[in-house]
C-alpha cells in the first residue's frame, strides 16, 4: 500500500526519439497537468532545437517547466535539479495540475524520486579546472583516473560521460571524500511516490528514428542555431556545448569537420547514448513498459495509480 501523504507523479522515461514529449502532450490534456523537464539538455536556453525542447506551440497547449533555463557556461546537478524538479512537482500540484516528469536524463530521474545525499558544492575554480583537463586529455583518460581513485564509482561511469566523470573527480578533490562514499550516505525520503512508464522500443526499431530527427534538426535550422549561440559563448569547454549534438556541430563551426562528417558523428553518437539509456532504465524493475502510441493505457494506468491507496 502507498504512502498517501506523498505526492503522486507521472513519469515518462526511456530512451531519446521515443516520443515521450508527445505522449505528455497528450497524457497533460487529459489529465490537466504540467510538465516538468527531466532532460539535462533541454534545460540549455540556447538549443531549442538540437536538444528538442517544446516548440512555443506545444508550450501554449499546458503548463510547461524547467526547459530552456540554463545558461551555456552553467551546469546542472543531479541534486540541484532534484531541489527544483520536487519544488516544480508541489507547485503544479497546488495550482491542481497532474506533475507529468518527462526526460531521459536516469541519474536526474534517481535524484528526484530516491533522493540523493547533502554534498558540500564544488568551487567554481576546481569544477573549471577539471573541465578544462577533460577538454585536453579527453573523458577516457580523466576515467581511467576516477578507476585509480574511486573505482567503485568509475564502475557506474560510461568512460565517454564527461559530465559525470568531472563530476566525482570534482567531489573527491573538494571533499577528500570518494564521490562513491558520498553516494551510500542515508537520504531523506523525496516525498514523491511515481508512476514511472518507459517508452519501450528496441534500438534497432529507434534508429533510423534518430536519423530522420537529426536531419528535421537540421533542416529546422540547428546550424545556424549553433552560430548564434556560439557568438554568445565561444568556449567549448561550457557545459551547454558537451551535449551530443552541440558538440558536434561546434566541431563543424570551428572547421574541423564538414556537415556531412557532423551529421554521421551526430547519427552514430546518438545511438550510442540511447543505447546506454536503454540499458540505464531496464535495470529498474518499476518502470511499466509500454509502445509509446499506447497513450490511452497510460490515461488508465495513471487513474488506477492515481486512485489507489
Known amino acids: 500500500m502507498r504512502d498517501p501523504a506523498t505526492q503522486r507523479v507521472l513519469c515518462l522515461a526511456g530512451p531519446t526519439g521515443t516520443g515521450k514529449s508527445a505522449a505528455a502532450l497528450f497524457l497533460a490534456r487529459e489529465l490537466s497537468g504540467g510538465v516538468i ?9 540556447d538549443f531549442p532545437i538540437i536538444t528538442a525542447q517544446p516548440t512555443d506551440t506545444e508550450r501554449a497547449s499546458c503548463p510547461h517547466a524547467l526547459y530552456g533555463f540554463l545558461d551555456c557556461t552553467e ?18 500540484a497546488a495550482q491542481g495540475l497532474v506533475p507529468i516528469v518527462v526526460g531521459g536524463t536516469g541519474l536526474y530521474l534517481d535524484a528526484l524520486f530516491s533522493g540523493m545525499p547533502e554534498m558540500p558544492p564544488v568551487p567554481p575554480e576546481i569544477s573549471l579546472r577539471w573541465q578544462k583537463r577533460c577538454a585536453l586529455e579527453g573523458p577516457q583518460a580523466l ?20 559530465q559525470r566523470i568531472t563530476r566525482a573527480l570534482e567531489m573527491e578533490e573538494t571533499t577528500g571524500t570518494p564521490l562513491s562514499v558520498w553516494q551510500k550516505r542515508p537520504v531523506p525520503p523525496s516525498g514523491l511516490t511515481p508512476l514511472i512508464i518507459g517508452m519501450d522500443m528496441s534500438l534497432t526499431e529507434l534508429t533510423p528514428l534518430l536519423e530522420k530527427r537529426i536531419d528535421a534538426m537540421l533542416a529546422a535550422g540547428a546550424v545556424t542555431e549553433a552560430k548564434a549561440a556560439l557568438a554568445r559563448c565561444p568556449d567549448e569547454r561550457a557545459p551547454g556545448w558537451s551535449g551530443i549534438g552541440c558538440a558536434e556541430l561546434f566541431s563543424h563551426l570551428a572547421g574541423r569537420v ?25 535495470r529498474n524493475p518499476a518502470i511499466h513498459w509500454l509502445r ?15 486512485g489507489s491507496c
Not at 523537464?37 to 536556453?45: G, H, K, L, P
Not at 551546469?75 to 503544479?92: C, H, I, M, P
Request: hydrophobic share 40%; aromatic share 10%; with cysteine.
Open 143 to 162: 576515467h581511467a583516473l576516477l578507476r585509480e581513485r574511486d573505482p567503485a564509482c568509475a564502475a557506474k561511469i560510461h568512460p565517454n560521460d564527461s
Open 258 to 282: 564538414s556537415l556531412d562528417e557532423c551529421r554521421e558523428a551526430w547519427i552514430k553518437n546518438t545511438r550510442a547514448y540511447a543505447k546506454r539509456q536503454i540499458t540505464w532504465f531496464k
Open 75 to 92: 551546469k546542472l546537478s543531479a541534486g540541484a535539479y532534484a531541489e527544483l524538479g520536487r519544488t516544480q512537482v508541489v507547485d503544479f
Open 37 to 45: 523537464n527531466a532532460d539535462s539538455r533541454q534545460a540549455y536556453r
Open 292 to 306: 509509446p502510441d499506447a497513450v490511452g493505457t497510460m490515461l488508465e494506468k495513471w487513474r488506477e495509480f492515481a
